[in-house]
């Protein structure tokens, strides 16, 4: 696996493909494909994640519906003006990919359990408040708080990555200032929800966004790290 990656965007994730890819882009003659990339929860739920790729790992790359691989890279934004708005596009950039193949294995207890702990999907990003955190409760008092984070790339360049929190972490975030300096891990998720127009019509999108199992705030230097999660 690639190791010389960015220490603020580092992702990991395991799944299966479920699309074609499909050509995304080009950079000073660099073809770049995208295609989805299912990976499974420790419930039944799934997540689908948008993979891009260079045509350069594409090189003896079965990409076939069903193969299962292990995608190292970064979670990464862009803005695409679509219908005189901008629009925030999520999508991992692949630094390595690797194909799993899988020995058939009975469905025992114990290969159940074997399959949980394969079970892949992990992004740490270090980076700034950008929004005001926004904190709220659910009916059934389960606290929730939207935050989103800049995280620094080369060139001058900015990826501004939706967070979600629970609980504590939560609470944490509500009395946030614009930017901190945070340190999270977590994981990547997909979202399906209904987007409702003026003219009473309304249309089923996918939000991605990264579900946080810890976090730090970042101090000075010579500063105690305060830890929560």
Not at 97 to 108: A, L
Request: negative net charge; aromatic residues 8%; charged residues 30%.
């Amino acid at each position: 696996m690639v190791t010389n990656l960015l220490e603020n965007n580092h992702l990991v994730l395991v799944g299966k493909v479920t699309s074609e890819k499909t050509y995304s882009h080009e950079i000073y003659g660099e073809k770049f494909y995208i295609f989805d990339l299912e990976v499974p929860r420790l419930s039944s739920a799934v997540d689908v994640i948008p993979i891009t790729v260079s045509e350069r790992l594409l090189t003896g790359l079965n990409l076939e519906i069903g193969k299962k691989l292990s995608v190292e890279g970064q979670f990464r934004s862009y803005n695409s003006y679509q219908n005189e708005r901008n629009k925030l596009i999520l999508t991992v950039f692949a630094k390595d990919i690797v194909e799993i193949n899988d020995e058939s294995i009975e469905e025992s207890e114990e290969s159940q359990e074997e399959k949980k702990d394969a079970i892949t999907n992990e992004v740490t990003l270090s980076g700034y408040v950008c929004k005001k955190p926004i904190y709220r409760q659910t009916p059934f008092d389960r606290e929730i708080a939207d935050l989103l984070l800049a995280v620094n790339r080369a060139y001058n360049k900015s990826d501004y990555i939706p967070c979600i929190a629970w609980g504590r972490n939560a609470r944490f975030c509500q009395n946030m200032e614009v930017g901190t300096e945070v340190k999270i891990v977590g994981r990547v998720q997909s979202r399906k929800y209904e987007k409702k127009f003026e003219d009473g019509t309304s249309e089923t999108r996918v939000a991605y966004e990264v579900s946080i199992s810890s976090m730090e705030i970042v101090e000075k230097k010579d500063e105690t790290n305060e830890d929560v999660g």
